[in-house]
Nanobody
Framework: QLQASGGGSVQAGGSLRLSCAAS????????MGWFRQGPGKKREFVAA????????YYADSVKGRFTISRDNAKNTAYLQMDSLKPEDTAVYYC???????????????WGQGTLVTVSS
């Protein structure tokens, strides 16, 4: 089970850090990812991190502004979001995948989503 938190309202240029807490004992066996769905838009990939945390992959729209990380000892993944823009407004979802290919977008488990609102 995945529990996302940390969403909220922020002005453009601000920062937020999302957390994704996983229950169970096999967190380190899953690739973790973040996705988002903006108003009237389809869900889109944001970032992914491999099992050890040593490799990451980002959508072009967030590269250089967002940082994905994980703490396997705490069964938690994070998404640090800096220089936020109004177009980053969306519900953000964390997900876990047994597929270890960092670029694959098929995920097995999904969190409930946390809303991020960026005002101009």
């Amino acid at each position: 089970q995945l529990q996302a938190s940390g969403g909220g309202s922020v002005q453009a240029g601000g920062s937020l850090r999302l957390s994704c807490a996983a229950s169970g004992h096999s967190f380190s066996s899953y690739k973790m990812g973040w996705f988002r769905q903006g108003p009237g838009k389809k869900r889109e990939f944001v970032a992914a991190i491999n099992l050890s945390g040593g490799r990451t992959y980002y959508a072009d729209s967030v590269k250089g502004r967002f940082t994905i990380s994980r703490d396997n000892a705490k069964n938690t993944a994070y998404l640090q979001m800096d220089s936020l823009k109004p177009e980053d407004t969306a519900v953000y979802y964390c997900a876990a995948a047994s597929e270890t290919n960092l670029y694959a977008t098929n995920y097995d488990y999904w969190g409930q989503g946390t809303l991020v609102t960026v005002s101009s």
